[in-house]
DNA sequence: GGCGAAAATCTCGGCTGTCTAGATACTTTT
DNA sequence: AAAAGTATCTAGACAGCCGAGATTTTCGCC
């Protein structure tokens, strides 16, 4: 594979993305397509988060934590400072940093939970709410006009699909993470 | 909506991603679900660059433009740094920085184009193209498991979903963008 | 009921990546 | 061959991140 060679007729339509697998059948087309659609789409909407956080007056990890705590209290149980660490990949120091700004703007509040009270619980406040729905409500509508052109059971087999690459993902992430302990082994050059 | 109310039976299940909707038929459950796991595979493939750029000693934004070399190179018209630049949404001063530094670790090099010589063109070394190669292969192969779950016309559908919202999402990119030049007029609190 | 280990968060110093503005190199136009 | 235009690079400042150690609270045990 990765032959450079029939490559010259610049066929940029093929999205970029699909070109490291086979493309012999159908079959192959569309699932190198695919491929290059979910990475197009990750990269896009980290695009997207990026540019209408820096409108807002914060960066794309801000917006990232806001939707966290969000999420996490409309479940029901609030989010403490170490579990967002967890969940957005930052050191303890970095997100006493990050929620001191988000405090200060007045997007979020702390709390000390009542029971354990080493813990702190992390709560949106009225500002916050309004940006994070500021930023779903046009993609949702968006993403209901796409879902308008497909019947139930083609969202079954769409549904089914994302469910087990992400679930497959993951799967490869915590590998990923476990290969962490040992990384520069071997010295060769 | 946003009814804080009747959420305490802690349905962690639900993915915290989907309530931000109406889940009253089958049909808005299934919409609820794709869209908040299309959001989890993006944190998570987030996280898996994060990771693997990390252990071999590069930050997230180098392993994006290694990939990003290595796609324009495969398709015939290699990347310059401006338009890298662009695709990374970075500055032309942070691409310089970004491009010696994967120049000095022998992940790629500069070439001076010779029709136009005030551009460079980037192409990866030997390196670089190990390293993108280690990072899809793995992911190539869950990937495949996965598909091999589908059928053929099953893929179709998920092929047709993907491109809509891929179109769909990067039509919203350009609609947030564009409203970049009047960010903070009113002075509101 | 008080002691030590464990847990959760915060503080501080240093580093790295990014941005902005301006400088440089080459090309095209007149 | 000078002026205007385009692409890239340089330099200084700043913001976010990490890591190690300090602080506060909880839990198990005697």
């Known amino acids: 594979m990765l032959r450079t060679r029939d490559v010259g007729r610049k066929r940029r339509d093929v999205a970029a993305h699909g070109m490291y697998r086979r493309r012999d059948t159908r079959r192959d087309v569309l699932i190198a397509e695919i491929t290059a659609e979910l ?37 029901g149980d609030p989010i403490t400072p170490g579990r967002l660490g967890e969940h957005l990949g930052l050191s303890s120091g970095s997100v006493t940093a990050l929620i001191d700004r988000l405090e200060r703007v007045g997007h979020l509040r702390r709390d000390r939970d009542t029971t354990d009270r080493r813990k702190v619980l992390l ?6 709410a309004e940006l994070a729905m500021g930023f779903f409500r046009p993609l949702g509508e968006r993403t209901d006009r796409v879902m ?42």
């Open 148 to 189: 308008a052109g497909f019947r139930d059971d083609e969202l079954e087999v769409v549904y089914r699909f994302m469910t087990a690459m992400g679930a497959s993902l993951r799967e490869h992430r915590d590998e990923v993470r476990a290969a962490r302990t040992e990384p520069h082994r071997r010295r060769s050059e």
């Open 39 to 75: 990475r197009r789409y990750g990269v896009d909407a980290q695009h997207v988060g990026h540019a209408f956080a820096g409108q807002h007056g914060l960066n794309a990890t801000d917006l990232q934590a806001l939707i966290a705590v969000m999420d996490a209290e409309l479940v």
């Open 123 to 128: 709560r949106y406040a009225e500002r916050g």
